[in-house]
């Protein structure tokens, strides 16, 4: 069974680079999961890298297969932000526009390990298009090439432990100017990958301008991961899994000091700032849930024909094809809804394409958390546990629900728009 | 709130009568609509047809929308079947592909009268294709200019009380030879339009062959209305409604004659006949249904703006904004998936499409029914009532959920088909 | 399948008019059934009282089967209302508490015909004991008597086209003083069985002072059904039933007088009054749901096991054992709710069962469409006919989520109570 | 917000019980959680006993609140077993009836680890009930009164890797007799308990009789966990959580011997031994489920107060009403029915009760999850996380929708039931 082919009409590059992804995750990640999973499952490995990783992404970048979610050859070829200075960094982008990365993302999708073997895993993602939109060429220096070239990773502190995230505009953590540098105390949390051990720099969300209007408070900062103070506190899990060796860790700022150099952009832009890094990002979650949510019913369908019960294979029986048939469906619509998404967003940009863009991101994670879901039941107690990658993949689903805002703030946000629109 | 435009490429002829028709069934048809519910709802003439409804047909003709789900301008340009005799019937179909027709379908969709203004509706559109696939130039003669011209109309006399209909060779209506006549006796039931005082001609499905294997036991035959022996027993109705002057009527065939020369296609074809009229039919009633939940979202939409309760508008309220929300999001979905079977179905024919074609029948009702049913629910009891076009269009949508074969079959033909893949 | 004997301890008496109407109901109403609607679908007299129905109730209330509802075997038991005047009027109720009674409003709700037959239908079961504990005894005399011995029927006219009457305080009608008299003009509608032959007298509510506060405003008049100025404007279809004879119609209201000595209690005494009438009621009107529910199960267990289709009965396949095993669990626990609410209702009064009460209210008719839906798609085509009970049944299930308050308001009232109470 | 009081009749014995249990739950063992987690997530600790729950476990017993589940203060007083031989073992059963216990199950479910403060924990409790009832005294001697007396753990190894173990006949295992001794060879897993340090004997399931009828084939057999071949090979996770330091474990008998005289019951009576065990254990389950989501409830409700966002606590959103109020309805309606299970199988053993208790398997599972979910959605991340209890308690909930049988098994079970019974 494979996925339909969608009629989208695709560039004949991004065909051949679905081609030679779908293949290298199958044949070089898929078999390395194992070996991924023990290294994580070992008290004395899991929070280093697996060697085999970095060695998969040398030939992953070898043949070609990296930075692909980059849409300028040159530099990052988004219509120029109006805020983002030309740094003329060098990079090494696809040139793929947003429908043609689509379903790249989508194969990624398919294995926990994949995004970064191709470079391609948030938050470096979305870091480097902040990096490459809103920093200077100076800002971009240390960091920018490194994050291209894998050498280094990256994290994104915004959420906090004590206000309601999902309004941006509670960030709280105080950014207080003293002399030529800012001042940092206080506590982040759900700081995805800040635990791996090739962390360099942070990009943190905070408030530099207390008394600015609501939208205009927060300012983001480059803060070296080694800059004194600067502590991870503890790793979170979600379900039972600390996703070892990158981690959602809370962090703590203790008299944290960095330049006034190392804000991005105007003081009081962060606001600004994150909205645009949100647009591509979700198109690039969506379509990996969905190639997550594709891999659980092809799983699901191997189950069915195998697994015999009470004389039939589990196939025969009316439950299991109803599982079947309506993950099928669903995964069809939510893939065909997130290309659209995709599209309107290369043709209308972010704030044209913010109604889709808000319908994916209600729509995916529900629908992948439906798909796998219903394969942990057709796999039985096995696909709760480790011998499988549902649970996991289940929990990543999950945690999809709430991040980047709950489902409840994207559904009210797209009913008053349109209530608006009307 | 416009729905979000597709990205999928209509032909330029395509997107110019989306425009007409959307002009028309705006402009002409939905002002009448009040006109045409008052006809059906007087006892003195409920069961004839409003003169408004054939002057808005010579109107839409004058206009060339009409027979617009022709995919030949000169003929019905299908690959032809190879069953299907070269007759070279002139009609005027509009060309459109199965992709290019759809949108428009959506659009005549959005009233429950729009389908015939246009000569588009069901059953006839399948009998014309039946007709011009399967009839011989001396069985077509009689019946189908006048069908393509919208002077007659014509029903499909299939189900039937006694048998699960959703399985075809249940089908056991005997038709039985006696020298150069076939002579039937027996009952069919939900034939629809029979009741129509223009229905001059039934296409009867029954068993010639009953010894043959199941699948080729069914004929159809040309049965005219006025034959003696054919009676309407009866108007079934779908929740309280009979949908005059239409009807889905129950029928009896009391030592109905034919000639032998009425039957279409080989002795035993019947069921191959049904199923080749099956797969563009499904599109249109899928496409039609997403124009009915379309509308029924625009007026959930204008209803939660003007209606306040408790001090709000409805549309301030949270479970109002999650019933506009989803219903979008679910709209968008079936309509992408219905147009991505659409183009399926052109590119790969009826059996390279048929697990979208099945993913739309399962998708497609249950989706309007849930929309329909949120935008009853935010009407209040109005909602219910003959003031709103909510509880009718809900009642087509459920029947929807049975007609062409329960939800439940469709979903275990999808699951089986998956199965087997694999 | 017999329902489950609950554990709940009825009393001895309880039981035995369980088993006298579940015997009356099936051995003499469900046999009527047919003969009831053939009388309702013939447009000659489907606006007249069968004389069957007149002959049935006579025989029930000569067995004793009347009135069952009231719980006080003197004159409606309740605790009297602070409220409320000692009439002394000598009824007939059968002393049974709001347990007792819960399962006989059950077994009257499988069919549509029974609670009539026993004096026990809405609304005049409300109208009735709004008379007993609100009217004085020249109130009372023209109507009550005459109500409980089930010769007149009765309306409450309430509801209102153009505001939302899910909030009692938007209740706007002009109840104007003119002398000794009030005069009335508006509209109302929805008032069920105004249309009914029978129907003698209407209690209307109304905004007679327009200064009070919110909740002090309205009051409610005795009007009776021939003073002049009163007109049904038209009978309001559900789904396409207009459930002649009773019908539920708009009301005008034309410079309608009556005595301002048919005010019921003090003036602004409306909204309690409207208020004191609902515990009660919606206790009924969910067992009368269980009921149709419990029905539509039986009906769909038997058709699973009669018909055949794809080689097997229907039960013999997954998602029709589902959907009976489903429905199962959701009739039994709705039921259990709703005893436990009535048991709350008899310990705690109106007040402390307030939250059970939303929640019957909030799951019965929800779990009635349900069921009833799946008892139709189980049923094919022929469900949503006339041929059976089950499309009628679900325009009365769904009415209820709106009738009474819609679903949306009750569950955000349960909330907020909770919220407090926490 | 406390649950609403049932209106069941408890005995007094039973209400007192229930008021000293959650006394005990809320002040001694929900404090103590934090300690346990922190032990359970030390690499140090986490497979040892903390030293606070040995404490727990004394001060509960001393206070009586031990062997509550036990029917029979004398001796476990359900109408013995026709197989089970009368051993006098001394106990101190609670002789509280399965509706008595229900309620103070409910209790212990609020925290993982109050059940076993109680010794009232699975799979303990289950083999317990099956030592006394299937047991010789010679058998029991060892094993029960320390079992008895929370000295000692056991556990229950049935399910296995390579067969669909909801099809009890599947059961596999060689247990293969050798002279006086019976030999196994093989492998269980999801054995709860197993790796518990106090756990000193397994239930073996197995087959003995392999040319026996396919429900008279296998036996249960008493293996001490330090019989050489007895081998953990590894604990199994659910969603991450391996539930040390007793887990579910996957284990391997290598040529395990053990006398026959270890063999439980009659040759080949290891499936009605297991059948004859699930029913109270059912009841268990789903009221410690139902205690689980009414403290999740608690905690949502609790939340939506305090929590802000846009504005408004979380408490004045319509969706986070929904999600509290609907929580409620269900939480409500489940706990009904499983006391309604309790008290049928009270009145009519497992074979009269079995409909009621397959209901209650196939409703509280999904039911919890759901509570559990809206809880997590209410929580934001943080409900994902360690830092609340409810991400661990919705993968105790998710795997009771496969443990002891899919709910697809209980759903089809249960529906044939009703198509046999009709």
Redesign the interface.
Same mark, same amino acid.
């Given at each position: 069974?494979t996925p339909?082919p969608?009629?989208?009409?695709f560039s004949e590059r991004s065909r051949q680079l679905q081609a030679d992804v779908a293949r290298f995750v199958a044949e070089r990640i898929v078999p390395a999961e194992a070996a991924f999973a023990a290294h994580a499952a070992d008290?004395a490995t899991r929070w280093s890298i697996p060697p085999q990783l970095e060695a998969l992404k040398a030939e992953a970048r070898a043949l070609g297969l990296w930075n692909l979610f980059l849409p300028d050859p040159e530099r990052g070829g988004h219509p120029r932000h109006p805020a983002s200075p030309d740094t003329g960094a060098a990079t090494h982008g696809a040139g793929l526009s947003n429908l043609d990365y689509a379903p790249i993302a989508e194969i990624t999708g398919r294995s926990l390990y994949a995004p970064e073997v191709f470079n391609c895993s948030a938050p470096d993602t979305g870091n480097m298009e902040v990096l490459m939109h809103f920093a200077t060429p100076e800002q971009q220096a240390p960091w920018l090439p490194r994050l291209l070239a894998g050498e280094i990773r990256s994290a994104f502190a915004m959420?906090e432990?004590d206000v309601?995230?999902?309004?941006a505009t509670?960030i709280a953590l105080p950014i207080v100017r003293d002399g030529d540098h800012y001042v940092i105390n206080g506590r982040k +949390? +759900?700081t995805t990958g800040a635990a791996d051990p090739r962390c360099a720099i942070l990009i943190v969300m905070g408030v530099t301008e207390p008394e600015g209007p609501p939208h205009e408070r927060q300012s983001m900062v480059l803060v070296p991961m080694d800059t004194p103070g600067v502590r991870i506190v503890r790793p =979170?899990?979600?379900? @039972? %899994?600390d996703d070892a060796p990158h981690g959602h860790v809370e962090l703590s700022f203790e008299n944290v000091r960095v330049p006034l150099g190392n804000r991005l952009g105007a003081a009081g832009s962060g606001f600004a700032i994150a909205q645009a890094r949100l647009g591509p990002g979700r198109i690039h979650h969506c379509m990996r849930l969905i190639g997550l949510a594709q891999r659980a019913l092809?799983a699901m369908?191997?189950r069915?024909?195998q697994? !015999? *019960?009470?004389g039939r294979p589990? @196939?025969g029986?009316?439950?299991? #094809?109803?599982a079947?048939? =309506?993950s099928?469906?669903e995964i069809?619509? /939510?893939r065909?809804?997130t290309l659209?998404a995709a599209? *309107?967003l290369d043709?209308h940009g972010n704030k044209g394409a913010r109604?889709?863009v808000g319908?994916i991101k209600?729509?995916a994670p529900s629908m992948a958390c439906r798909v796998i879901d219903r394969a942990? #039941?057709i796999h039985? /107690?096995?696909?709760?546990? #480790?011998?499988h990658f549902l /649970? #996991?993949a %289940?929990?990543g689903a999950?945690?999809l629900? =709430?991040?980047d805002g709950?489902? !409840?703030?994207?559904? *009210?946000s797209?009913?008053?728009s349109?209530?608006r /629109?009307?």
């Open positions: 069974m339909t969608t009629l989208f009409a008290p959420t432990p309601a995230s999902s309004d509670n +949390w +759900w =979170l899990t979600v379900f @039972g %899994y092809e369908v191997a069915a024909r697994r !015999e *019960a009470f589990l @196939g029986h009316g439950m299991a #094809q109803e079947i048939a =309506l099928r469906c069809e619509q /939510a065909l809804l659209q599209a *309107a043709a109604d889709l319908m209600i729509v942990i #039941q039985g /107690a096995a696909g709760l546990s #480790q011998d /649970a #996991q %289940y929990a999950r945690s629900r =709430l991040a709950p489902d !409840e703030v994207h559904i *009210a797209l009913a008053r349109m209530l /629109a009307h």
